[in-house]
Structures are given as C-alpha cells and as structure tokens.
C-alpha cells in the first residue's frame, strides 16, 4: 500500500530563512506527487505537482520541489520565507494504478517569525 | 480554473440525526470525486472514492452504512452522515478530478470543506 512520510510536523522559521520541507513514500510503480498548502482557515490550495519531466518543479509563490526517485523522496524547498507563509504544508501522492487515489501525509505546520 | 462548491461550509447537528454535504463541480464534469476527513490537526484521510453512475468504493474501517455517498451526475456528489454522533464531527472535504484531464496529467480540485459539530 501506499503511504507518504513527511518527517518534520512543526517547524519554526524566521522571515528570509530557507525552508525545506521532507516528504517520503513508499510505493513501487509511477507516481504523481504534489504539495499542497492550507492557509488558517482556508482550503487545501495545490503548490506544485509532478508528472514527469524535469525532477525540479517550481510552483506558486517561489516554492519548488526536486524528485528524487532513488531516494522516492519529493522535498519542497523556498529560498526565503515570508511570514504569509504560515501554514500547513500537505505532501500527496497519486499512483495511476491506485484508482487514481491521492494519499496525503500528516503535514508540517509552518510558523514563520516577523 | 476548476471549482469545486461544497456546501453547508458549517453544520451543527443533534446527536441521532442525518446531514448531507453536497459537492458541485462548477465548470467541468466530475468522472470521480473523493471525499476525505480531516480531524484536528492530523492530514486528510480518504473515506472513499465515488464514479458516476456507480457504487462508491469505500477504505478500510470506513462504514458504507453511515457515510452514504450518491454521485448521481457527473457535477455532484453527496455525502450523508446518518444518525451522526460527536466522534463524527470533522472536517469534511471533496475532491473532484477533471473529467477533460488527459493519461498522466490529473486535475484535482478541492472543495472548501465542511466542518461538522455534532452535539
């Protein structure tokens, strides 16, 4: 069975530090991964997702994340964070095989410093 | 983009009683919706993925019983929580995949959830 590892579930950060958040799964075959965002009080909001292609995926709001098959990892990475970055962050995988169910991880809540 | 409506955003319900969340995709046609359950602060578990036209398939420890699922038509899906209890109270959320996505390229678009207090 599938299932997603995200290994930090809260992190605080001060504004402009750099941010990588881990995300591992276990599954054998082709996957689609993403990350989502939850705002407080918002609905989950797609960042980034990967097909195939290039392993390095640049989304919304100067997040990106690298693919790494070997490691079956899919950590998200921001250069700089902001304090609107507050939130909690959702690693996800899609198997085609799976009747295309997306499997979340446990999140990372983000607290960002001003 | 994609939207996907759901409704009631809030629901408070006695204890014994039924509530229906509905998800309507709102410019594309829905083949598949799921439906997930998000208590505090834990992720999304999904209850069960539903096809329209046909039976919902529900996960492992979810009961088809009580968390009845009607995906009647290719923009909504219902989910009703029969003779709900306090450990129901949720947030509930649908997640609607675009019937126009093509082999490997999946649109998923989420509702905006529905939190259920049971009292």
């Known amino acids: 069975a599938q299932s997603v590892s995200q290994h930090n579930h809260h992190v605080i950060l001060s504004e402009a530090a750099s941010l990588e958040l881990g995300c591992n799964y276990s599954?054998?075959?082709?996957?689609?991964l993403f990350w989502y965002v939850q705002y407080p009080g918002q609905h989950l909001q797609l960042l980034l997702k990967y097909f195939s292609g290039d392993p390095l995926v640049k989304g919304i709001k100067g997040f990106e994340a690298e693919f790494i098959k070997s490691k079956f990892s899919f950590n998200l990475r921001k250069p700089s964070v902001q304090w609107s970055d507050t939130a909690e962050y959702f690693c996800?995988?899609?198997?085609?095989?799976?009747?295309?169910?997306?499997?979340f991880g446990a999140g990372t809540r983000l607290f960002v410093k001003a | 983009g994609a939207v996907v409506s759901q409704h009631p955003s809030w629901v408070i319900c006695k204890s014994g009683t039924s509530v229906k969340i509905e998800c309507r995709s709102l410019?594309?046609?829905?083949?598949?919706m799921f439906w997930y359950r998000q208590f505090p602060k834990q992720s999304l578990m999904l209850m069960a993925t539903?096809?329209?036209?046909?039976?919902?398939?529900?996960e492992q420890g979810v009961e088809k019983d009580k968390f009845l699922i009607n995906h009647a038509s290719l923009t909504l899906s219902t989910l009703t929580v029969t003779s709900a209890h306090p450990e129901d109270s949720s947030f509930y959320i649908c997640s609607a995949r675009d019937r126009r996505a093509g082999t490997g390229n999946y649109g998923y678009t989420f509702g905006s959830g529905t939190r259920l207090t049971v009292v």
């Open positions: 539903s096809n329209e036209g046909s039976k919902a398939t529900y």
């Open positions: 599954y054998g075959g082709t996957v689609n």
């Open positions: 410019d594309f046609q829905a083949t598949t």
């Open positions: 996800a995988v899609m198997s085609g095989t799976g009747g295309f169910k997306t499997i």
